[in-house]
């Protein structure tokens, strides 16, 4: 018996970016909205909430009429490591130092790729954490310790 829904990749991402969007919406009626000139706490969850709910919208409204493959098998392995890497971050940021975390961040989300290879996962890193530094630390300002206090510094 064939579905009514013809493309699900696109059905279920737009339930996503709708029940996002929707969650933003209502979370930030509590807030005053004010205007576009002075803005007030709700206006940037409101509106990005709306624009995020359209998008969702549009997504499910298209799933209708396109066709598409099926949605695959939930990757919990690589979801977990994504998730480990960024909690490692957040760990690892104030007592390791922005080197540490990054590279940290970096080697344990790369084993979620099932084409991991190490050389160019040590020149990502390498890059990132040049790159962070610069922009974080030297060009804005930011009161992230290059290498912390666990190192000694």
Do not use: C, N
Not at 52 to 71: D, H, I, M
Not at 117 to 128: H, K, N, Q, S
């Amino acid at each position: 018996m064939p579905s009514i829904i013809r493309h699900p990749k696109d059905f279920w991402t737009g339930v996503i970016f709708l029940a996002l969007g929707l969650a933003a919406m209502i979370i930030g009626r509590d807030y005053p909205m004010g205007t576009a000139g002075r803005m007030g706490p709700a206006y940037f969850p409101t509106v990005l909430g709306g624009l995020l709910a359209l998008v969702g919208a549009a997504a499910v409204g298209r799933s209708f009429f396109r066709s598409g493959e099926a949605v695959e098998k939930f990757a919990v392995k690589q979801l977990l490591l994504i998730l480990a890497a960024v909690l490692l971050f957040g760990f690892l940021i104030r007592g390791a130092g922005l080197v540490v975390a990054v590279m940290t961040t970096v080697a344990v989300s790369a084993f979620a790729y099932q084409r991991f290879r190490p050389v160019p996962v040590l020149l990502l890193a390498g890059g990132l954490v040049a790159f962070s530094v610069l922009v974080f630390v030297k060009l804005l300002g930011l009161p992230i310790a290059i290498v912390g206090p666990w190192f000694g510094a």
